[in-house]
Nanobody, 114 residues
Framework: QVQLVESGGGLVQPGGSLRLSCKAAGSIFRISTMGWYRQAPGKERELVAAITSGGSTNYADSVKGRFTISRFNAMNTVVLQMNSLKPEDTAVYYC????????WGEGTLVTVSS
């Protein structure tokens, strides 16, 4: 069983930055692939970024060069640094842990608006 708690969402102006954190409670964090997904109103949930237990990363084309995912195994934490935010980045962002099955956090709202 893995419990995920996200933090760091909020309102930011276009061009601004936000840092999302996800802390995991559970013993499988260090051997799991961690990711961030997002779901905008009226749209399906989509992968934003993922990082394997070995540190390999994968990003959606729409966020490449703007977002960075990092993991800190000693703290069971994965971080998504989001720069140059755009209105189309507005969504609920969900932390995901995958190890044989998906575990999800409750989500944190990111709103990019002037």
């Amino acid at each position: 069983q893995v419990q995920l708690v996200e933090s760091g969402g909020g309102l930011v102006q276009p061009g601004g930055s936000l840092r999302l954190s996800c802390k995991a409670a559970g013993s499988i964090f260090r051997i799991s692939t961690m990711g961030w997904y997002r779901q905008a109103p009226g749209k399906e949930r989509e992968l934003v970024a993922a990082i394997t237990s070995g540190g390999s990363t994968n990003y959606a084309d729409s966020v490449k060069g703007r977002f960075t995912i990092s993991r800190f195994n000693a703290m069971n934490t994965v971080v998504l640094q989001m720069n140059s935010l755009k209105p189309e980045d507005t969504a609920v962002y969900y932390c995901n842990c995958y190890y044989g099955m998906d575990y999800w956090g409750e989500g944190t709202l990111v709103t990019v608006s002037s």
